[in-house]
């Protein structure tokens, strides 16, 4: 690398659940710098879970954590170029990189719903989750679908 790597910038934790996991998704949901509007709308998602849930044993947290285990991609496909053919080839994904994919396809799918208010979305997105259906899940799905595929690859990893 011609470069220096850059640090890595330490997270605080959310002021409600004091939780680092919570603040990465946040950043990842604010708009424009404003992130009171994007912690108010991930409470307000996490409130509404917490309605709507029907396991009572777990709390609404809980739940966020789950989901966002059952979007994280453990496998994905990178291109690579080997005589002149490009081949994909399927990868395991480093610990951080599972966490930030899944939160992007989260915060991306819950987007794309179709309910009324952001936060409504994005409770719709992480019960779905919950549930192992939805997008995000459906995305986490076609990536291993494709790794799978493409398995006969996996000797060019380098």
Do not use: C
Request: glycine share 4%; no cysteine; hydrophobic share 45%.
């Amino acid at each position: 690398m011609r470069k220096r790597l850059s640090k890595k910038r330490i997270l605080l934790p959310d002021p409600k659940f004091n939780d680092k996991l919570v603040t990465r998704f946040v950043n990842n949901l604010m708009l424009d710098g404003k992130k009171s509007i994007a912690f108010k709308v991930f409470y307000d998602a996490l409130e509404i879970v917490e309605q709507k849930k029907q396991d009572e044993e777990k709390t609404a947290l809980e739940l966020w954590k789950e989901g966002l285990s059952n979007v994280m991609p453990h496998v994905e496909v990178r291109s690579r170029r080997v005589g002149g053919a490009t081949f994909q080839i399927p990868m395991p994904i480093r610990a951080d990189r599972k966490i930030s994919m899944a939160i992007k396809w989260m915060i991306l799918f819950a987007k794309r719903r179709n309910e009324k208010s952001m936060a409504q979305r994005l409770a719709g997105e992480i019960l779905a989750a919950v549930k192992e259906e939805g997008a995000a899940v459906k995305k986490r799905m076609d990536v291993h679908k494709m790794a799978d595929a493409n398995k006969a690859f996996s000797h060019f990893r380098f």
